[in-house]
């Protein structure tokens, strides 16, 4: 039904920077909610940012000041601006999206995951 790919990871320096992007595809009516979660060896998930439809943002305290998210409703987008990248940033970063699939009046939303993508910071 629906499909989220994340891109844009990779291997970074501390300090440097990094721009993850998350399309979704598929049978889509709306997209409400787009953010994105972390995981890093040996730790539980951890929530970073999401945004809503309408654009109001919030962050985990971890990363408020260094990250940016950011959507484009017209090609069903999300990014992840990620800047001054400290070692502990170093994850893989899992984007979600709240999508409505259906047409009609009050449809539900369900929540879809993308497969993720490696964010190694180190020297």
């Given amino acids: 039904q ?15 920077s990094l721009r993850l992007s998350c399309a979704a595809s598929g049978t889509i009516s709306i997209i409400n909610t787009m ?5 890093a060896p040996g ?4 929530y970073v940012a999401r ?20 959507r484009n409703n017209g090609k069903n987008l999300v990014y992840l601006q990620m800047n001054s ?3 502990e940033d170093t994850a893989v970063y899992y984007c979600y999206m709240y999508v409505i699939t259906a047409t009609y ?14 964010v190694t910071v180190s020297s």
Avoid: C
């Avoid at 953010?35 to 995981?39: K, T, V």
């Avoid at 730790?43 to 951890?46: A, C």
């Avoid at 945004?51 to 950011?70: H, P």
């Avoid at 009046?105 to 993508?117: D, F, H, K, L, V």
């Fill in 85 to 87: 990248l400290k070692p």
């Fill in 2 to 16: 629906v499909q989220l790919v994340e891109s844009g990871g990779g291997l970074v320096q501390p300090g440097g």
């Fill in 51 to 70: 945004i809503s439809r309408a654009g109001s943002t919030n962050y985990a305290d971890s990363v408020k000041g260094r990250f940016t998210i950011s």
């Fill in 43 to 46: 730790k539980e998930r951890e």
């Fill in 35 to 39: 953010g994105w979660y972390r995981q």
């Fill in 105 to 118: 009046r009050s449809a539900p939303e369900a929540q879809y995951w993308g497969m993720g993508t490696q």
